[in-house]
């Protein structure tokens, strides 16, 4: 084996076990996707997000099987108005704590499938620089919070 072959085999070893320590060391906590209230198609996760890593990471996309399309959002207050607008990325540094919640950031999940309802599973996929995270929770009806 020619030296070059072997420094590429090691450099690929390396990559690899970087993507999968950082991914691991991503936590989603908190979880909670609401069902979309009566007579709409939009549902809305919340959750908090912790980079336990040495590495700042960005968010840039969110999909979930169980819905047409995803996006995060971002609610702001502009002179005594509420505004919401679509982020492209999310940063998160290292060692800090992102919060999704009511009145800040979120996820809309617009257009369920059919067979989605209260009780039925969701999965979120969340792409950043190092990977994906995979999250699967339960509907929750956003009315009672169960």
Do not use: W
């Not at 999968?20 to 908190?30: A, P, Y």
């Not at 819905?67 to 982020?87: C, D, P, Q, V």
């Not at 998160?92 to 919060?99: C, F, L, R, Y």
């Amino acid at each position: 084996m020619t030296n070059t072959r072997l420094i590429c085999i090691l450099f690929m070893i390396l990559i690899a076990s970087c993507n999968s320590n950082t991914s691991s060391s991503v936590e989603i906590t908190s979880l909670r996707v609401f069902a979309p209230l009566p007579g709409t198609n939009t549902a809305v996760a919340y959750m908090t997000i912790v980079n336990k890593t040495d590495n700042l990471i960005t968010f840039r996309k969110v999909h979930s099987p169980e819905f047409e399309h995803a996006e995060i959002h971002e609610n702001t207050l502009e002179n005594g108005i509420s505004r919401m607008r679509r982020l492209d990325k999310v940063t998160i540094s290292e060692g800090d704590t992102v919060i999704f919640n009511a009145g800040g950031m979120h996820i809309m999940l617009v257009e369920p499938r059919e067979d989605m309802v209260v009780g039925s599973h969701v999965t979120l996929q969340i792409l950043h620089d190092y990977g994906e995270l995979k999250v699967t929770t339960k509907i929750l009806n956003r009315l009672s919070g169960k």
